[in-house]
């Protein structure tokens, strides 16, 4: 026999939590991660040395999203958590070209300088480093990269996302192009 002080709402509103959970795990959008660079640095101290790590995060959705952050902390995977965060919250939309580059881009930040070709389908992420964990994160499956300047990994990231950002789909540019007109 059942309880009659029971509360008969206990049941739907267990089931209500559960189905908000797959809500969430839906809406959220599958991000991948990628640790470019972890840096240790240590400092003398009286009792001997103290070490802290720094870590370079490249995260993108692989539909045209991407960001980076750098996150610092005396744990490593702290240093990525924080890392990813930021990675997150810095993500910035890319106009691809199917799984290309839509043009040729020469991106450039501080030392780094990196150059970007659009390839047939087929020819892969010809990159390395950070360059290649930027565009596989972006989702470009097809793309020449050739590095020009600083190999410094913070460089080589921005500058990939530099070039990223200058890039422009062929709409934008017939509409750029026919408002000019217009104006003229």
């Known amino acids: 026999m059942s309880n009659p002080t029971a509360n008969p709402s206990q049941k739907p509103a267990r089931n209500q939590r559960q189905s908000n959970k797959r809500q969430e795990e839906k809406e959220a959008p599958e991000f991948v991660e990628k640790v470019v660079h ?6 003398v101290v009286k009792g001997g040395r103290r070490f802290s790590f720094a870590a370079l995060v490249v995260t993108g959705d692989q539909k045209g999203r991407v960001g980076f952050g750098y996150g610092k902390a005396k744990e490593v995977p702290d240093a990525i958590r924080k890392g990813t965060e930021r990675a997150q919250k810095n993500m910035v939309r890319i106009p691809l070209k199917g799984t290309t580059v ?3 881009v020469v991106g450039d930040a501080d030392g780094g300088k990196v150059m970007l070709r659009p390839a047939s389908p087929g020819t892969g992420v010809i990159a390395g480093g950070g360059v290649r964990a930027v565009l596989e994160a ?14 410094n990994p913070i460089a080589m990231v921005s500058a990939t996302i530099n070039g990223l950002l200058k890039l422009r789909s062929a709409e934008t540019i017939h509409a750029i ?8």
């Open 102 to 104: 839509p043009h040729y």
């Open 38 to 43: 972890i840096n240790r640095c240590s400092k």
């Open 177 to 184: 192009r026919k408002s000019e007109a217009d104006i003229l």
């Open 138 to 151: 972006v989702g470009i499956n097809d793309v020449l990269s050739k590095s020009l300047g600083s190999n």
